[in-house]
C-alpha cells in the first residue's frame, strides 16, 4: 500500500522551496509539477519500499519522467531524499499542527491518541510512521539527514510540550509536571508503537504504550480534573 501525497500540495511546497534563499532557481508552472510528480512518486517508493530498496530508475519509471527530466531537477539519489525528507515532515507536521495547536486538555489528548491509532489501523500497522522510517534507515548513515529528522522530531515534540503547558497553565494538569519531560515520553510511545505495530501488523502494541503514555500524565492531572475522569 503507498500513500500518494496530493500533487498541488507537492507543487506548493515545491515551488515555495524554488523561491526561497535564492539559491534555486524559480520554476515555470510545468516544471514545478514535473519535480512535483517525481518528487511524490520518489516518497511512495521509499516509504512502501525503504530509501535503500529505492532507485532513480525506479522514481524514473513510478513518475513517467525521462531520465533526463529526473536529473534536470535532481543531481543524484541524495538530492531526492532530502527532499523526501523535507516533504514528509511538512504532511507530518501540519496534521499535528491541526490537532496540538488546540490542544488544552486532557481529552484532547485522548482524541489526539485516537486519531493516531485509527489512522495506523487503515493499513494494519504497515510501513510505520512517515518520519520514523525514514530515521530508522538512514539515522546512522547520512549525517545530513540525521540532523534534518531529528530537527522534525523537535518540532514534533516541542508542539506536543506547548500543550501540555496549556494544560498546566489552565489546571488541567498541576503545577509539578513538567511539559517536556511528559512530550519526550509520548513521543518515544508514538515511535515505538509505530515500530511494533509495524512488525506485529496490529495496532494494539502502539494502543498500549500510548494509553500507558497518556496514564503518566493523567497522574499530573489537578485533583479536581482527576476526580471528574474518575466520575
Known amino acids: 500500500m503507498t500513500v500518494l ?16 534563499g535564492g539559491q534555486s532557481p524559480r520554476l515555470t508552472a510545468r516544471g514545478a509539477a514535473t ?12 516509504y512502501a519500499k525503504g530509501v535503500a530498496a529505492t532507485t532513480m530508475d525506479d522514481v524514473r519509471v513510478a513518475s513517467g519522467t525521462s531520465k533526463s527530466q529526473l536529473y534536470q531537477h535532481f543531481s543524484d539519489k541524495d538530492a531526492v ?14 496534521r499535528q499542527r491541526r490537532r496540538l495547536e488546540r490542544l488544552s486538555s ?4 485522548e482524541l489526539w491518541r485516537d486519531a493516531i491509532v485509527q489512522r ?16 530508522n534507515e538512514l539515522a546512522d548513515r547520512d549525517e545530513e539527514s540525521r540532523v534534518a529528522l531529528a530537527a522534525h522530531f523537535r518540532t514534533w515534540k516541542a508542539l506536543l510540550a506547548a500543550g501540555l503547558a496549556r494544560m498546566r497553565e489552565t489546571g488541567e494538569l498541576g503545577p509539578d509536571a513538567d511539559p ?9 510511545a508514538v515511535q515505538g508503537g509505530y515500530l511494533l505495530a509495524q512488525a506485529e501488523r496490529d495496532v494494539r502494541p502502539m494502543e498500549i504504550a ?14 479536581s480534573t482527576a476526580d471528574a475522569d474518575q466520575m
Open 106 to 109: 486532557l481529552r484532547g489528548l
Open 35 to 46: 519535480r512535483a510528480r517525481i518528487l511524490q512518486a520518489a516518497a511512495d517508493l521509499m
Open 210 to 223: 500510548l494509553d500507558m503514555a497518556l496514564d503518566r500524565v493523567r497522574g499530573h492531572a489537578s485533583g
Open 5 to 20: 501525497l496530493h500533487p498541488c500540495l507537492v507543487t506548493s511546497l515545491l515551488v515555495a522551496h524554488a523561491d526561497g
Open 180 to 188: 517536556g519531560w511528559l512530550a519526550t515520553g509520548i513521543m518515544a
Open 120 to 135: 495506523n489501523a487503515l493499513r494494519n500497522g504497515a510501513y510505520g510512521c512517515e518520519l520514523g522510517s525514514l530515521a
Open 81 to 94: 531524499v532530502r527532499e523526501v525528507i523535507s516533504l514528509q515532515a511538512s504532511r507530518v507536521l501540519e
